[in-house]
């Protein structure tokens, strides 16, 4: 009996022993409620770092900008500055050129102009010597009276006289000829107005019949070589007032 009634509380420690190693304790309910709050702490931290992190990256990028629209500026200038300088060197250029090219071609029409002068009045002063040979044409042909080349009775010297006559003038026409091809020109300014370039006036006097200003007589002929006045002709002028 005595066993039975030590034996029946060392049983019942034994049970509640079991019982409160089986049981679990509240501790892992407070240790979940730590483990929530610390995700949301490290939450709100790691925000502020991220928006400060943010606020800095903004505000180097502003400062990035303004530097590189200023350097951009810079540049755009510089570079207007470099086109202006070889706009204005093109257009020093462009106007030396022209002006080269406008002198040479100046010297090659003066050159082109002094070489066709040069041949055209070549013979100028041989022309100046000549043209006295061909007066003496012109006045023996004068000498001979028109009357008697028109004579119905020739006699054996007058036909001899007008045989010669036209010797005279056939050689006159083939050395006029001859000296035309080269540039010399005869020309006779009877009846035309006085131009004191190509005539000159040896003597003037009036005639009613005739328009004043006017060549009524010449006295010796004048020539041109290749238009230009080798030697005035001599002239009567009309001088009615």
Same mark, same amino acid.
């Given at each position: 009996?005595?066993?039975?009634?030590?034996?029946?509380?060392?049983?019942?420690?034994?049970?509640?022993?079991?019982?409160?190693?089986?049981?679990?304790?509240?501790?892992?309910?407070?240790?979940?409620?730590?483990?929530?709050?610390?995700?949301?702490?490290?939450?709100?931290?790691?925000?502020?770092?991220?928006?400060?992190?943010?606020?800095?990256?903004?505000?180097?990028?502003?400062?990035? &900008?303004? &530097?590189?629209?200023?350097?951009?500026?810079?540049?755009?200038?510089?570079?207007?500055?470099?086109?202006?300088?070889?706009?204005?060197?093109?257009?020093?250029?462009?106007?030396?050129?022209?002006?080269?090219?406008?002198?040479?071609?100046?010297?090659?029409?003066r050159a082109t102009r002094d070489m066709k002068s040069a041949r055209d009045f070549a013979i100028q002063k041989f022309a100046q010597d000549l043209v006295d040979s061909v007066d003496n044409?012109?006045?023996?042909?004068?000498?001979?009276?028109?009357?008697?080349?028109?004579?119905?009775?020739?006699?054996?010297?007058?036909?001899?006289?007008?045989?010669?006559?036209?010797?005279?003038?056939?050689?006159?026409?083939?050395?006029?000829?001859?000296?035309?091809?080269?540039?010399?020109?005869?020309?006779?300014?009877?009846?035309?107005?006085?131009?004191?370039?190509?005539h000159e006036a040896t003597f003037m006097a009036p005639m009613a019949d005739k328009q004043d200003n006017h060549v009524f007589h010449t006295q010796q002929k004048g020539f041109r070589l290749?238009?230009?006045?080798?030697?005035?002709?001599?002239?009567?002028?009309?001088?009615?007032?």
């Amino acid at each position: 009996m005595l066993r039975n009634a030590l034996s029946a509380p060392s049983r019942a420690v034994r049970s509640s022993l079991r019982l409160s190693a089986q049981t679990p304790l509240p501790r892992p309910q407070f240790q979940s409620m730590a483990a929530r709050a610390a995700p949301l702490s490290a939450r709100w931290y790691g925000s502020e770092t991220d928006s400060a992190s943010k606020t800095s990256e903004a505000a180097a990028e502003a400062t990035t &900008n303004g &530097n590189g629209n200023g350097n951009g500026a810079d540049e755009v200038a510089a570079v207007k500055k470099q086109l202006e300088a070889k706009d204005a060197e093109a257009r020093e250029w462009k106007d030396k050129y022209l002006r080269s090219v406008a002198e040479s071609r100046n010297v090659q029409e003066r050159a082109t102009r002094d070489m066709k002068s040069a041949r055209d009045f070549a013979i100028q002063k041989f022309a100046q010597d000549l043209v006295d040979s061909v007066d003496n044409f012109d006045r023996a042909l004068a000498m001979v009276p028109e009357e008697k080349l028109k004579a119905d009775e020739r006699t054996e010297h007058l036909k001899d006289l007008v045989n010669l006559y036209e010797g005279l003038k056939m050689t006159e026409r083939i050395l006029m000829t001859t000296l035309a091809k080269h540039g010399l020109e005869r020309f006779d300014p009877n009846g035309e107005k006085f131009n004191p370039n190509e005539h000159e006036a040896t003597f003037m006097a009036p005639m009613a019949d005739k328009q004043d200003n006017h060549v009524f007589h010449t006295q010796q002929k004048g020539f041109r070589l290749n238009g230009r006045i080798l030697r005035p002709a001599k002239v009567g002028v009309v001088k009615n007032k």
